[in-house]
């Protein structure tokens, strides 16, 4: 099966790309679940009003519980990702820590892109600057957020006063990035209507030449060559 392929339905009249295969939306949809779970919970936590209306509606949850099943769930995206898909994986965590000159140039007019002008910006591959810098902080902050969140699950009565409150900063810091994170994710999601890329794992091959040009290129390449993956 080719790496990346055009969607071939008759009923389609604009030829499409797969962006993301079913392996790489499912540890999408797992990453999300975790993390709002663990972001409500912890919330309820930090915020005891939250606490006493969540409790209004449904009596029995326990934020506690939401929060440890989160965790577990969050901690075995990388496996999982591994699993159904470990090309997919690798390829993420390269290219996400690779800047070209064309990733530089894209992050010095990211301005326009965040205003919804992605016609004329720099060429891009797979992933733009802006999405390369959001996948990287993604990484950094999840492992941060999973080694600081271990050391106050099981480090009580090892760590002491003093490391536990450390635990407890960087955990809470890094969830604040990470939701920063989210929320430009959304919106980037929002202004570029990015959801159905997602859902359905195809984009148009129209719009992927305007924000992705140098991936196209390499998918007519790839296609032209019979190169498969």
Known sequence: MNFFRSCENANHSEEKLLRYRVGQRLVHAVLATSFLMLLFSGLMVLWPPLLLWVRSVAPEISPGLIHRIGAVLFVAVPILYLLVDRCGARQLLVESFTYDKDDIEWLKHAWRYFMGHAVGMPPQGRLNAGQKLHHAGVVIFSATVVFSGLALWFGKGYLGPAGLALAATIHGLSMLVLTVLLVGHLYFTFVYKALS?????????????????????????????????
Do not use: C, D, R
Request: charged share 25%; hydrophobic share 35%; net charge negative.
């Open 197 to 229: 890329a997602m859902t359905t794992g195809y984009v148009p091959k129209e719009e992927a030449m305007i924000e992705h040009p140098k991936w196209v290129e390499e998918l007519e390449h790839q296609s032209a060559s019979g190169k498969s993956f």
